[in-house]
């Protein structure tokens, strides 16, 4: 059965089971920086989104006024994070070459800088092409020279005279050897998505004093081979021009603070804040109604990792966890809210975070 991996992560679209591989197995032939150089992208786009849909107009709801949504959105991902270099000198590989001179000798470590190319790591993140995936491939000759160096070494070492050494290097057969042993390393590939796509369920409620709150979220649930999927945010919103001395003041002002949390399994927990200011202004047309306002917040996502190396790749610790900032920054958009239907509206809103272009929809029951 094809795995998926980040299943219905807030029901949003995003499976990689497009290339047979659940995330956390593309992982485990990673080590922590080059997990993290994958997965960045993901962090980015994600805390983009989570950080979108919170509201639809500049005007907060009056008392008892709510609506009931379903917001949609795409944070596309720039061409320039669909790859990578992969980091060679993190990872280390051990060889035991007692059978290449018929004696015990220690063991030869390496890292993948002395074994592979170094001319040519780029390999596709997260989003990257599912098509492409990148190759370490092996520097054979290199390689079959650390063996001799290693041998002689050890050889040397035993007190064996440097006539005998010679000898059993030449049987040995070192470049044969490399040859047969099949090093050439695949890294994995991407999941060949243009943009993430998030779907997102939530309610806002006016309370006193121009004071607005909004909660967002899914129940928890048991994800196959994954396990246990829970997201829950909420925030709230002020009325900022009721405490402007100016009667009838032609716009609609409002600061709001939001934060998000998603968690699926043991493998990824996601945290999101976003301060921002909304102007605008809205009118009603009898029963139809339209407004518009630009938007500017300040934002913050956290993306902790944990997930299992394959023990055949020889490490010591065999649960890798790491923790991805994204760079906090400004978000600027805008956005057009209209109300075609009686007691519903629709709303599009557009904003450019540092990282990602984002594209929200909105439609709802809303009242008051």
């Known amino acids: 059965m094809i795995k998926k991996v980040l299943v219905l992560v807030l029901m949003l679209t995003l499976a990689v089971g497009a290339f047979g591989q659940t995330l956390e197995e593309n992982l485990g032939t990673m080590l922590s920086d080059n997990a993290q150089m994958y997965l960045q992208p993901l962090g980015d786009a994600f805390g983009s989104s989570m950080n979108s849909g919170w509201y639809h107009r500049s005007r907060v709801h009056k008392m008892l006024g709510f609506d009931i949504s379903v917001k949609a959105m795409i944070a596309a991902v720039p061409e320039e994070s669909e790859f990578f270099n992969f980091a060679l000198n993190e990872n280390e590989m051990e060889f035991d070459l007692d059978d290449l001179v018929g004696r015990d000798i220690n063991p030869l470590s390496l890292t993948f800088a002395d074994i592979y190319y170094e001319s040519d790591t780029r390999t596709p993140t997260f989003f990257g092409p599912a098509d492409s995936a990148g190759l370490l491939v092996t520097n054979q000759g290199h390689l079959a020279g650390l063996f001799e160096d290693h041998l002689r070494q050890e050889l040397a070492a035993a007190g064996v005279p440097a006539a005998a050494i010679d000898v059993a290097i030449a049987n040995a ?110 009118m009603n047309l009898l029963i139809f109604g339209v407004g518009v306002y630009v938007d500017a917040a300040y934002e913050m996502s956290s993306l902790s990792i944990g997930y299992d190396v394959d023990p055949s790749y020889g490490i010591e610790n065999d649960r890798i966890q790491f923790d991805m900032e994204t760079d906090p920054g400004l978000r600027l958009g805008a956005g057009l809210h209209l109300k075609l239907i009686p007691l519903t509206y629709f709303n599009v809103h557009v904003s450019q975070t540092p990282t990602n272009s984002v594209l929200t929809a909105g439609f709802g029951i809303s009242l008051r």
């Open 173 to 282: 057969n070192i470049s044969g050897e490399v040859a047969n042993l099949d090093l050439d390393f695949p890294l994995p590939p991407g999941i060949g998505l243009p943009a993430l796509p998030l779907v997102m369920p939530q309610i806002s409620l006016g309370l006193p004093m121009g004071v607005e709150l909004t909660v967002r979220g899914f129940p928890e649930a048991e994800l196959e081979d994954i396990g246990t999927f829970s997201m829950y945010g909420g925030g709230v919103r002020v009325n900022i021009d009721q405490f402007i001395p100016i009667p009838l003041f032609p716009v609609d002002i409002t600061a709001g603070a939001f934060y998000s949390q998603m968690s699926i399994g043991d493998l990824i927990e996601s945290s999101n804040t976003s301060i921002g200011l909304q102007v605008g202004k809205s």
